[in-house]
Protein backbone atom coordinates (compact mmCIF):
# COMPACT_ATOMS: atom_id res chain seq x y z
CA UNK A 1 0.00 0.00 0.00
CA UNK A 2 3.04 2.30 0.76
CA UNK A 3 4.14 1.57 -2.42
CA UNK A 4 1.57 2.47 -4.31
CA UNK A 5 0.68 5.82 -2.07
CA UNK A 6 4.46 7.04 -2.99
CA UNK A 7 4.18 6.17 -6.41
CA UNK A 8 0.72 8.39 -6.19
CA UNK A 9 2.06 11.37 -4.78
CA UNK A 10 5.64 11.52 -7.12
CA UNK A 11 3.55 11.23 -10.36
CA UNK A 12 1.13 14.27 -8.76
CA UNK A 13 4.68 15.56 -8.00
CA UNK A 14 6.08 16.24 -12.27
CA UNK A 15 6.61 19.46 -13.26
CA UNK A 16 3.34 20.70 -15.38
CA UNK A 17 4.36 21.03 -19.00
CA UNK A 18 2.85 23.02 -22.06
CA UNK A 19 3.35 22.14 -25.78
CA UNK A 20 3.45 23.70 -28.79
CA UNK A 21 2.37 21.29 -31.74
CA UNK A 22 4.78 20.71 -34.51
CA UNK A 23 2.43 20.29 -37.46
CA UNK A 24 3.69 19.55 -40.97
CA UNK A 25 2.61 21.68 -44.09
CA UNK A 26 2.89 20.57 -47.88
CA UNK A 27 1.77 23.86 -49.49
CA UNK A 28 1.36 27.91 -49.02
CA UNK A 29 -2.15 29.26 -48.84
CA UNK A 30 -3.51 26.63 -46.81
CA UNK A 31 -5.01 26.59 -43.65
CA UNK A 32 -3.36 24.66 -40.70
CA UNK A 33 -4.36 23.97 -36.50
CA UNK A 34 -1.77 23.64 -34.42
CA UNK A 35 -2.34 22.38 -30.56
CA UNK A 36 -1.45 23.54 -27.61
CA UNK A 37 -1.10 20.57 -24.86
CA UNK A 38 -1.03 20.89 -21.20
CA UNK A 39 0.04 18.11 -18.53
CA UNK A 40 0.13 17.54 -15.18
CA UNK A 41 -2.08 20.70 -14.68
CA UNK A 42 -4.26 20.60 -11.53
CA UNK A 43 -6.74 23.13 -10.19
CA UNK A 44 -5.67 25.86 -12.46
CA UNK A 45 -7.66 29.12 -11.71
CA UNK A 46 -5.54 31.69 -13.85
CA UNK A 47 -3.68 31.07 -17.51
CA UNK A 48 -2.18 34.42 -19.35
CA UNK A 49 0.20 33.32 -22.53
CA UNK A 50 1.94 35.24 -24.84
CA UNK A 51 3.21 32.93 -28.17
CA UNK A 52 5.52 34.69 -30.74
CA UNK A 53 5.60 34.10 -34.50
CA UNK A 54 6.15 35.38 -37.64
CA UNK A 55 3.80 37.34 -39.64
CA UNK A 56 6.19 37.22 -42.57
CA UNK A 57 5.37 33.47 -41.87
CA UNK A 58 2.17 32.52 -40.98
CA UNK A 59 -1.29 35.09 -40.54
CA UNK A 60 -3.23 34.07 -37.29
CA UNK A 61 -6.66 33.49 -37.99
CA UNK A 62 -8.62 32.21 -34.41
CA UNK A 63 -8.86 29.93 -31.71
CA UNK A 64 -10.28 26.97 -32.47
CA UNK A 65 -11.58 23.04 -30.67
CA UNK A 66 -11.59 24.96 -27.26
CA UNK A 67 -11.60 23.12 -24.30
CA UNK A 68 -14.65 23.07 -22.37
CA UNK A 69 -12.73 23.65 -18.93
CA UNK A 70 -11.72 27.38 -20.81
CA UNK A 71 -14.85 28.70 -21.76
CA UNK A 72 -14.90 32.36 -21.61
CA UNK A 73 -10.92 32.37 -22.46
CA UNK A 74 -10.63 35.74 -24.19
CA UNK A 75 -7.59 36.11 -26.81
CA UNK A 76 -5.98 39.29 -28.81
CA UNK A 77 -2.80 39.86 -31.22
CA UNK A 78 -0.34 42.28 -30.42
CA UNK A 79 2.44 43.56 -32.93
CA UNK A 80 5.92 44.47 -32.81
CA UNK A 81 6.46 41.66 -32.19
CA UNK A 82 3.99 39.76 -33.38
CA UNK A 83 2.06 37.56 -30.42
CA UNK A 84 -1.01 36.16 -29.82
CA UNK A 85 -2.35 36.30 -26.13
CA UNK A 86 -4.67 34.30 -24.16
CA UNK A 87 -5.79 35.19 -20.90
CA UNK A 88 -8.53 33.38 -18.80
CA UNK A 89 -9.37 33.44 -15.51
CA UNK A 90 -12.12 30.92 -13.43
CA UNK A 91 -12.35 30.11 -9.71
CA UNK A 92 -13.66 26.54 -10.43
CA UNK A 93 -10.68 25.09 -11.06
CA UNK A 94 -9.38 23.36 -14.69
CA UNK A 95 -6.97 20.41 -14.48
CA UNK A 96 -5.02 19.21 -17.50
CA UNK A 97 -3.75 15.41 -16.78
CA UNK A 98 -3.10 14.94 -20.45
CA UNK A 99 -5.11 17.19 -22.75
CA UNK A 100 -5.16 19.72 -25.43
CA UNK A 101 -6.48 23.15 -24.33
CA UNK A 102 -7.00 24.52 -27.62
CA UNK A 103 -5.60 24.83 -31.24
CA UNK A 104 -4.44 27.92 -32.75
CA UNK A 105 -5.31 28.43 -36.17
CA UNK A 106 -2.98 29.88 -39.01
CA UNK A 107 -2.76 30.78 -42.67
CA UNK A 108 0.90 29.45 -44.14
CA UNK A 109 2.53 32.11 -45.98
CA UNK A 110 5.63 30.74 -46.62
CA UNK A 111 5.50 27.17 -45.82
CA UNK A 112 7.17 27.64 -42.20
CA UNK A 113 7.16 29.20 -39.04
CA UNK A 114 8.12 29.23 -35.75
CA UNK A 115 6.08 29.24 -32.59
CA UNK A 116 7.87 29.80 -29.12
CA UNK A 117 6.36 30.90 -25.62
CA UNK A 118 7.24 34.50 -24.35
CA UNK A 119 8.11 32.74 -21.13
CA UNK A 120 9.00 35.62 -19.26
CA UNK A 121 5.38 36.98 -19.91
CA UNK A 122 3.27 33.23 -19.21
CA UNK A 123 1.77 32.53 -16.03
CA UNK A 124 -0.57 29.64 -14.53
CA UNK A 125 -2.09 30.06 -11.07
CA UNK A 126 -3.79 27.31 -9.57
CA UNK A 127 -7.35 28.67 -7.47
CA UNK A 128 -5.75 28.91 -3.39
CA UNK A 129 -6.14 32.12 -1.85
CA UNK A 130 -3.92 33.71 -2.37
CA UNK A 131 -3.31 32.38 -5.82
CA UNK A 132 0.36 30.61 -6.29
CA UNK A 133 2.09 30.75 -9.79
CA UNK A 134 3.08 27.65 -10.04
CA UNK A 135 6.52 26.21 -11.94
CA UNK A 136 5.71 25.37 -15.40
CA UNK A 137 8.24 23.68 -18.61
CA UNK A 138 7.20 24.94 -21.60
CA UNK A 139 8.29 23.00 -25.41
CA UNK A 140 8.08 25.53 -28.07
CA UNK A 141 6.56 24.15 -31.74
CA UNK A 142 6.39 24.85 -35.15
CA UNK A 143 4.72 24.93 -38.45
CA UNK A 144 7.54 22.91 -40.91
CA UNK A 145 7.31 21.93 -44.56
CA UNK A 146 6.41 18.31 -44.34
CA UNK A 147 7.55 18.11 -48.57
CA UNK A 148 10.15 15.60 -48.87
CA UNK A 149 13.83 16.92 -49.80
CA UNK A 150 15.59 15.02 -52.67
CA UNK A 151 19.28 15.63 -51.90
CA UNK A 152 20.48 12.83 -54.73
CA UNK A 153 18.06 12.32 -58.00
CA UNK A 154 18.69 9.10 -59.85
CA UNK A 155 21.09 9.02 -62.51
CA UNK A 156 21.22 7.85 -66.06
CA UNK A 157 22.55 3.85 -66.23
CA UNK A 158 23.84 2.10 -69.07
CA UNK A 159 24.37 -1.71 -68.05
CA UNK A 160 25.40 -4.64 -70.23
CA UNK A 161 22.30 -7.18 -71.12
CA UNK A 162 21.24 -9.59 -68.52
CA UNK A 163 23.29 -7.62 -65.71
CA UNK A 164 21.41 -6.04 -62.86
CA UNK A 165 20.33 -1.98 -63.22
CA UNK A 166 20.46 -0.36 -59.50
CA UNK A 167 18.83 3.52 -59.42
CA UNK A 168 19.25 5.38 -56.16
CA UNK A 169 17.21 7.89 -54.82
CA UNK A 170 18.18 9.80 -51.40
CA UNK A 171 16.20 12.57 -48.73
CA UNK A 172 17.11 13.20 -45.26
CA UNK A 173 13.48 13.66 -44.25
CA UNK A 174 11.22 11.11 -46.74
CA UNK A 175 9.16 8.52 -44.79
CA UNK A 176 8.44 6.04 -47.79
CA UNK A 177 9.52 5.68 -52.03
CA UNK A 178 7.80 4.27 -55.17
CA UNK A 179 9.16 3.24 -57.88
CA UNK A 180 7.52 3.88 -61.08
CA UNK A 181 8.81 3.22 -64.53
CA UNK A 182 7.91 4.96 -68.22
CA UNK A 183 7.86 2.67 -71.36
CA UNK A 184 6.88 5.77 -73.86
CA UNK A 185 8.95 8.91 -73.22
CA UNK A 186 7.13 9.48 -70.18
CA UNK A 187 3.80 9.94 -71.68
CA UNK A 188 2.34 7.38 -69.05
CA UNK A 189 3.79 6.06 -65.90
CA UNK A 190 3.78 2.74 -64.44
CA UNK A 191 3.82 1.96 -60.67
CA UNK A 192 6.51 -0.71 -59.75
CA UNK A 193 5.77 -3.58 -57.58
CA UNK A 194 8.36 -6.67 -56.19
CA UNK A 195 8.81 -9.22 -58.72
CA UNK A 196 11.57 -11.23 -60.14
CA UNK A 197 12.25 -8.51 -62.11
CA UNK A 198 11.72 -5.70 -60.07
CA UNK A 199 13.32 -5.55 -56.27
CA UNK A 200 13.08 -2.72 -53.30
CA UNK A 201 10.13 -0.38 -55.63
CA UNK A 202 9.50 0.92 -52.21
CA UNK A 203 12.50 1.70 -50.90
CA UNK A 204 14.91 4.16 -51.88
CA UNK A 205 16.92 1.54 -54.02
CA UNK A 206 15.29 0.35 -56.95
CA UNK A 207 16.85 -2.82 -58.35
CA UNK A 208 16.51 -4.25 -62.33
CA UNK A 209 17.51 -8.08 -62.20
CA UNK A 210 19.22 -9.38 -65.73
CA UNK A 211 18.10 -6.61 -67.60
CA UNK A 212 16.80 -7.58 -71.19
CA UNK A 213 17.83 -5.16 -74.61
CA UNK A 214 14.28 -4.38 -74.27
CA UNK A 215 14.50 -2.34 -71.39
CA UNK A 216 16.87 -0.13 -72.91
CA UNK A 217 15.85 3.65 -72.64
CA UNK A 218 13.29 2.85 -70.36
CA UNK A 219 12.63 6.13 -67.93
CA UNK A 220 12.83 5.55 -64.04
CA UNK A 221 11.52 7.90 -61.27
CA UNK A 222 10.59 7.70 -57.60
CA UNK A 223 7.71 9.27 -55.39
CA UNK A 224 8.68 10.12 -52.38
CA UNK A 225 6.03 10.28 -49.45
CA UNK A 226 3.48 8.30 -52.06
CA UNK A 227 0.68 9.03 -49.57
CA UNK A 228 0.91 12.90 -48.60
CA UNK A 229 3.00 15.56 -49.46
CA UNK A 230 4.98 14.04 -51.81
CA UNK A 231 7.60 14.77 -54.37
CA UNK A 232 8.76 13.54 -57.65
CA UNK A 233 12.43 12.99 -58.45
CA UNK A 234 13.72 13.47 -61.49
CA UNK A 235 13.37 10.58 -64.64
CA UNK A 236 16.79 8.34 -65.07
CA UNK A 237 17.03 6.68 -68.82
CA UNK A 238 18.31 3.20 -68.83
CA UNK A 239 20.55 2.52 -71.61
CA UNK A 240 20.91 -1.15 -72.10
CA UNK A 241 24.16 -2.44 -73.77
CA UNK A 242 23.28 -5.62 -76.20
CA UNK A 243 26.96 -6.45 -76.23
CA UNK A 244 26.92 -8.99 -73.31
CA UNK A 245 29.51 -11.67 -75.30
CA UNK A 246 32.69 -10.50 -77.46
CA UNK A 247 33.84 -7.23 -76.36
CA UNK A 248 33.57 -4.92 -79.97
CA UNK A 249 30.87 -7.20 -81.73
CA UNK A 250 27.91 -5.78 -81.98
CA UNK A 251 24.58 -8.70 -81.40
CA UNK A 252 23.36 -7.93 -85.03
CA UNK A 253 26.53 -8.74 -86.67
CA UNK A 254 26.13 -11.95 -84.64
CA UNK A 255 22.42 -12.58 -84.96
CA UNK A 256 20.01 -11.61 -87.62
CA UNK A 257 16.08 -11.71 -86.51
CA UNK A 258 13.26 -10.29 -88.91
CA UNK A 259 9.79 -11.10 -89.86
CA UNK A 260 8.01 -10.56 -93.13
CA UNK A 261 5.67 -9.31 -94.24
CA UNK A 262 6.23 -6.48 -91.88
CA UNK A 263 3.97 -4.88 -90.89
CA UNK A 264 1.08 -7.85 -90.95
CA UNK A 265 -2.14 -8.74 -90.59
CA UNK A 266 -2.76 -12.46 -89.55
CA UNK A 267 0.54 -14.05 -90.66
CA UNK A 268 4.45 -13.13 -90.32
CA UNK A 269 7.37 -15.09 -90.90
CA UNK A 270 10.13 -14.61 -88.33
CA UNK A 271 13.55 -15.18 -89.49
CA UNK A 272 16.57 -15.98 -87.44
CA UNK A 273 20.33 -17.27 -87.50
CA UNK A 274 21.87 -18.91 -84.56
CA UNK A 275 25.85 -18.46 -84.70
CA UNK A 276 26.52 -22.19 -83.10
CA UNK A 277 24.56 -24.61 -80.99
CA UNK A 278 22.95 -22.93 -78.22
CA UNK A 279 19.53 -22.19 -76.24
CA UNK A 280 17.30 -19.78 -78.59
CA UNK A 281 14.46 -17.95 -76.60
CA UNK A 282 12.01 -15.50 -78.88
CA UNK A 283 9.52 -13.95 -77.56
CA UNK A 284 7.16 -11.23 -78.86
CA UNK A 285 6.28 -8.44 -76.52
CA UNK A 286 3.60 -5.60 -75.78
CA UNK A 287 4.54 -2.05 -75.77
CA UNK A 288 3.72 -2.28 -72.02
CA UNK A 289 5.83 -5.43 -71.27
CA UNK A 290 3.39 -8.58 -71.29
CA UNK A 291 4.55 -11.60 -73.52
CA UNK A 292 2.11 -11.42 -75.87
CA UNK A 293 3.63 -14.93 -77.75
CA UNK A 294 7.23 -17.13 -76.96
CA UNK A 295 7.79 -18.37 -81.29
CA UNK A 296 10.85 -20.53 -79.56
CA UNK A 297 12.42 -21.60 -76.71
CA UNK A 298 14.36 -24.38 -77.06
CA UNK A 299 17.89 -25.46 -78.33
CA UNK A 300 19.14 -24.80 -81.86
CA UNK A 301 21.98 -26.34 -84.42
CA UNK A 302 23.90 -23.55 -85.62
CA UNK A 303 22.34 -22.27 -88.96
CA UNK A 304 19.13 -19.76 -90.09
CA UNK A 305 15.56 -20.84 -89.20
CA UNK A 306 12.01 -19.68 -90.20
CA UNK A 307 9.23 -19.87 -88.32
CA UNK A 308 5.86 -19.49 -89.86
CA UNK A 309 3.39 -18.30 -86.80
CA UNK A 310 -0.48 -16.85 -87.07
CA UNK A 311 -1.01 -13.45 -84.62
CA UNK A 312 -4.60 -12.92 -85.50
CA UNK A 313 -5.47 -12.48 -81.91
CA UNK A 314 -2.82 -9.75 -81.68
CA UNK A 315 -4.93 -6.26 -81.60
CA UNK A 316 -3.39 -3.78 -84.09
CA UNK A 317 -0.16 -1.86 -82.61
CA UNK A 318 3.38 -2.35 -82.49
CA UNK A 319 5.37 -4.91 -80.82
CA UNK A 320 9.05 -6.18 -80.15
CA UNK A 321 10.19 -9.54 -80.78
CA UNK A 322 13.48 -10.22 -78.82
CA UNK A 323 15.91 -12.16 -79.86
CA UNK A 324 18.07 -14.02 -76.82
CA UNK A 325 20.87 -16.49 -77.65
CA UNK A 326 22.66 -18.47 -75.23
CA UNK A 327 26.07 -20.34 -76.46
CA UNK A 328 28.53 -21.94 -75.14
CA UNK A 329 30.52 -19.29 -73.52
CA UNK A 330 28.43 -15.80 -74.90
CA UNK A 331 24.90 -14.51 -74.62
CA UNK A 332 23.64 -12.38 -77.17
CA UNK A 333 20.11 -10.75 -77.95
CA UNK A 334 18.57 -8.39 -80.36
CA UNK A 335 15.07 -6.97 -80.87
CA UNK A 336 13.02 -6.29 -84.46
CA UNK A 337 9.95 -3.96 -84.46
CA UNK A 338 6.94 -5.58 -85.55
CA UNK A 339 3.44 -4.06 -86.89
CA UNK A 340 0.30 -5.41 -86.39
CA UNK A 341 -2.42 -4.31 -88.63
CA UNK A 342 -6.36 -5.27 -89.08
Known amino acids: MLFFLFGGLFVNAQTP ?24 FSDIGAITLFINYNDQNLEFSSIENINPQL ?25 FMNDTLLNLKFTVLQHSGDLSFAIDSCEFANISLPPQVIAVNYSNGSIFEAKPTISSEPENKTVPSQSNAVFQVASPNASGYLWQESRNDEISWTTLSETNTYAGTQTNTLTIRQVSLYFNQFRYRCLLNPNSCNAVSTSA ?53 QIMGTPAESPYSKGSYRLEKKYVYLPAGIYFCHYVFKGTASTYETNNKMIKIN
Open 17 to 40: SLSIGNVGVCNNDITVSVPIKGNN
Open 71 to 95: FGIMVNTLSNPSRIALVWTNTTGAT
Open 237 to 289: ILSVDSITGIPGQAANEILSLTNSPNPFSGETTIEFSVPEQGFVTIKIFSMMG
